[in-house]
């Protein structure tokens, strides 16, 4: 069994949010980052911000909480691995992740390939987003290239279709969302992705913390909120 431990809020899978790599090429329809990059600052060109990524070394959002540990989401605020990204930008980034041991890095992209160009540390959560059933085969190959200590998920976010994994083997975690304002976690695509997860001991972590749609019942059938082990680590 990879689960680690529960938590009882969405909150609680990451304390800060570090993002030295913004901006994006793409223009998913549903992207809410791009939507409010474009309204604050006219727009979502990718940038690198050498004063952010410098923050890390002394960050610590909690000091009265003793030594800075936990996990960090890093690079949200767009796709730090699409193919305009220059190498140096995700080394440099990388180089501090491998420097800050204390923290355990929460990555994500929808160009899984460009991650297995890098050599990782091991305080690395990889991830990969599965919105649909095309996407399945690109981030099961890719993954199947990743060193197999890393811990590796999949981000099911948002659910839009029914999807089925030749080897949900590859991911101790899937993460699955809807859609804030306009596509709630569904409860009938949601279940099978759940199963196939059960299916190989992963962890589970639904964040309804956007809107489920009407079948989900609380009460009967609590959603899951799973944090993954890596190494004895949590
Ligand atoms: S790839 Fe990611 S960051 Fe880029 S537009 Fe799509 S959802 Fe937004």
């Known amino acids: 069994m990879k689960i680690a431990r529960i938590v009882d809020s969405p909150h ?3 304390q800060f949010d570090w993002s030295p790599i913004r901006g994006c090429k793409e223009e998913c329809k549903y992207c809410l980052t791009r939507k409010n990059f474009v309204q604050e600052k006219g727009h979502f060109n990718p940038e690198f911000l050498p004063d952010v990524l410098e923050k890390i070394d002394r960050y610590h959002p909690h000091p009265e909480q003793g030594p800075a540990s936990g996990n960090v989401a890093c690079c949200t605020w767009g796709e730090a691995f699409g193919p305009w990204v220059p190498r140096e930008w995700i080394e440099a980034v990388i180089s501090k992740v491998r420097k ?25 959560w990889l991830g990969t987003t599965v919105d649909r059933q095309g996407k399945v085969a690109d981030a099961e190959e890719a993954f199947s290239r990743l060193p197999g200590h890393l811990l590796k998920y999949v981000s099911l976010a948002p659910l839009l279709e029914p999807i089925k994994f030749s080897r949900p083997e590859l991911f101790s975690w899937f993460f699955i969302s ?6 709630p976690l ?15 001991g992963a962890a589970v972590f639904l964040d309804w913390g956007w809107h489920l749609d009407a079948s989900w019942d609380h009460e009967s059938n609590p959603v899951a909120r799973e944090i993954p082990v890596r190494n004895g680590r949590t």
């Open 12 to 14: 609680a899978v990451y």
């Open 100 to 124: 800050n041991s204390r923290w355990e890095f929460l990555f994500s992209t929808r160009y899984p390939w460009r991650m297995t160009e890098f050599e990782w540390p091991e305080n690395v």
């Open 178 to 183: 809807g859609l804030k304002y306009s596509f």
């Open 186 to 200: 569904v409860k009938a695509l949601a279940d099978p992705i759940v199963e196939q997860a059960r299916s190989v």
